[in-house]
């Protein structure tokens, strides 16, 4: 089963589309005696308005959900459980927000200028583990350089030019 993109739905999102569908045939059988079966020229019809429908239904809820992304976006809310690299989580419930994080900033500033000037990802986790930062691999120090490089081109772009 695939979306409207033509990817394939996850597993879990299959399950649901198919606990939807059968749940609809059952209704369309029982309640209003529609046969949805292809043996009959009324089943085809049936089973096509079905799908017209569960389509109509996915592209609904990746509608809404992108609504809702947007909108906490605009509200400084978080998404999800992460904030981001360069940023932290301020405040708890509803007043919870994202907001810049100077010193994971600084780090990463460092990150950034230390593989500019030639030192490898590895030697740099190895650097920041004998300095006492747990939890650097040369994996996350690739995504801090990509996090601090957009960042800075962001903020290059946000500033007015200089006169």
């Known amino acids: 089963m695939t979306n409207e993109n033509g990817k394939r739905l996850s597993k879990r999102n299959r399950g649901r589309a198919e606990s939807f569908r ?65 940023f932290r989580f301020e405040g708890n419930g509803p007043d919870r927000r994202v907001v810049p994080d100077p010193a994971q900033r600084a ?8 593989y500019e000037a030639g030192e490898t990802a590895q030697a740099i986790a190895r650097r920041l583990r004998e300095e006492g930062m747990e939890g650097w691999y040369p994996k996350r ?23």
């Open 22 to 86: 059968r749940r609809l045939v059952a209704w369309m059988r029982e309640e209003k005696g529609i046969d949805v079966s292809a043996d009959t020229e009324e089943g085809r019809m049936s089973a096509q308005i079905l799908d017209m429908i569960l389509d109509w239904r996915r592209d609904m809820a990746s509608v809404s959900a992108a609504e809702q992304v947007a909108w906490q976006r605009s509200r400084h809310r978080p998404v999800n459980q992460h904030p981001g690299p360069g």
């Open 107 to 114: 780090i990463m500033a460092c990150i950034l200028d230390w």
């Open 141 to 163: 120090v690739y995504r801090a350089v990509d996090a601090e490089r957009r960042l800075r081109a962001l903020e290059a772009r946000d500033q007015p030019p200089p006169p």
